[in-house]
T-cell receptor
């Protein structure tokens, strides 16, 4: 069962910032929040992950709410190549092995 | 190098055929995963291998049979599939499976059509 909820789709204009929200109200204290994206006809690719503090890397920023029940992936300047499905992911444990539980994903459309 | 390669890219098979999907990963990664992804849906985990041993089977039907012959290869053997098994099959790898913040690296997938 999905542990995260995301809007089905969002639109953004090129060169503008995009804020992609994710709710994870049942998150545990040790759960990391992972974000992946899937470009058309490709496998998912890693974007960013975090635990409590806000995180930045060359692709994006991750803002995590103080209560950790929600997070926001921030693309600072959307380009046409950022059009993809963005997945917010928590992990679950089965038989001592961690596994990803993908959310339903947000399809981001970038307008030229 | 974290690249994961999958072959074939596309596969069409009949319900009586036997075929195999292949995945090759970076040798330093000791965990491998098979996912199934239906159109416009998120990937769903099928199997997890840790150090070449099956550690998770998500109640997948026996017509899907995984195999990990060595530390860099992962196969998914297919037999007597149904049309509803048509999907994108994704392979992924990570360094380990028992740490909270592991990053998984995905291959491009094999798009399977069962007629």
């Amino acid at each position: 069962d999905a542990k995260t909820t995301q809007p089905n789709s969002m639109e953004s204009n090129e060169e503008e910032p995009v804020h992609l929200p994710c709710n994870h109200s049942t998150i545990s204290g040790t759960d990391y929040i992972h974000w992946y994206r899937q470009l058309p006809s490709q496998g998912p690719e890693y974007v960013i992950h975090g635990l409590t503090s806000n995180v930045n890397n060359r692709m994006a920023s991750l803002a995590i709410a103080e209560d950790r029940k929600s997070s926001t992936l921030i693309l600072h300047r959307a380009t046409l190549r950022d059009a993809a499905v963005y997945y917010c992911i928590l992990r679950d444990v089965k038989s001592g092995t961690y596994k990803y539980i993908f959310g339903t994903g947000t399809r981001l459309k970038v307008l030229a | 190098d974290t690249e994961v390669t999958q072959t074939p890219k596309h596969l069409v098979m009949g319900m009586t055929n036997k075929k195999s999907l292949k995945c090759e990963k970076h040798m330093g990664h000791r965990a491998m995963y098979w996912y199934k992804q239906k159109a416009k849906k998120p990937p769903e985990l099928m199997f997890v291998y840790s150090y070449e041993k099956l550690s998770i089977n998500e109640s997948v039907r026996s017509r899907f049979s995984p195999e990990c012959p060595n530390s860099s290869l992962l196969n998914l053997h297919l037999h007597a599939l149904q049309p509803e098994d048509s999907a994108l099959y994704l392979c992924a790898s990570s360094t380990r499976t028992r740490t909270v913040q592991e990053t998984q690296y995905f291959g491009p997938g094999t798009r399977l059509l069962v007629l």
